[in-house]
């Protein structure tokens, strides 16, 4: 082996030594668990599994149970690790605001629901709390979060009215209901096929 691969083989050495490893995964608030998908992914990096979620549910104790939240994690050569929590993810808020479980099967094509441009603010002033988005302006974050909404099939709107938007949102609970039948019809002819 050359000297020249010989140092770069111990500069390597060193920079696994620094840093250990990076976790991006979301975890539901208050039920974190060491079965699978977080324990595999935490056993990868050699972290204490039973620690780190220990970790996570006391710290996320004070939010309602189940609600994603973004978790980082970098892992340091000792095995430690230090974790921060962002806010839920854009895509949780929106659809909280439209009051709907699932986004649009073709945005663009179809509305799944509503929010306001005051939802909009809103949920801009919460995301500006997270560390990766606190260097944004409040109309760049504004921007993005439409866009979101655009790409899900959520329609921005000036202003709702509650009874125009309660007929919508009935309409909207026929629709999905027949999509999840037609789904379903497709699961089952793609399984009499396979069988």
């Known amino acids: 082996m050359s000297k020249a691969g010989a140092k770069l083989k111990a500069v390597k050495k060193v920079v696994d030594k620094i840093q250990h490893g990076h976790l991006r995964t979301n975890i539901a608030a208050g039920l974190a668990a060491a079965g699978p998908p977080l324990g595999p992914m935490l056993g990868q990096r050699g972290i204490n ?26 892992v340091n050569p000792d095995r430690s690790y230090d974790i921060s929590i962002n806010k839920p993810p854009v895509i949780f808020f929106l659809k909280q605001a439209a009051g709907i479980q699932r986004a649009a099967m073709n945005p663009g094509n179809e509305v799944a629901g509503k929010v306001t441009l005051r939802h909009i603010y809103e949920i801009a002033a919460i995301k500006k709390e997270d560390p990766s988005l606190e260097i944004k302006s409040m109309e760049e974050l504004c921007n993005m979060i439409i866009g979101v909404a655009n790409s899900c099939g959520i329609k921005v709107v000036k202003d709702l009215d509650a009874n125009e938007y309660g007929e919508f949102l009935a309409e909207r609970k026929l629709i999905v209901e027949q999509q999840k039948k037609e789904l379903q019809e497709k699961k089952e002819a793609k399984m009499l096929r396979t069988g």
């Not at 189940?66 to 994690?73: D, F, M, N, S, V």
């Open 49 to 74: 599994i039973a620690a780190f979620c220990k970790d996570f549910n006391e710290r996320t104790k004070d939010i309602k149970e189940g609600i994603p939240l973004p978790c980082r994690a970098v």
